[in-house]
């Protein structure tokens, strides 16, 4: 438990010793200014390439391991 203690208490301690203090953040434009352009928004549905799916039988796997092997055979 001391051991978590120190290492939460760890980032605090070096954080105080930064020399520099972070960027100021500001927005890009003035929210106030009433004629600033703005980008909408498109609603995209979630759900919109959903296509419904069964579960199906599996399929030898002896036949499907031929398909996708080399036919000269392993190269290992």
């Known amino acids: 438990m001391k051991h978590m203690f120190s290492v939460a208490i760890l980032p605090i301690l070096l954080g105080g010793c930064a020399s520099t203090y972070p960027a100021e953040v500001t927005a890009a434009r003035d929210p106030a200014d009433v004629t ?15 296509s419904h799916r069964v579960p199906v039988d599996p399929k030898p796997w002896k036949k499907l391991n031929d398909d996708v092997s080399t036919k000269d055979g392993d190269a290992s």
Request: net charge neutral; hydrophobic share 25%; glycine share 6%.
């Open 36 to 50: 600033a352009d703005f980008q909408r928004s498109h609603y995209h549905s979630p759900v919109a390439g959903y």
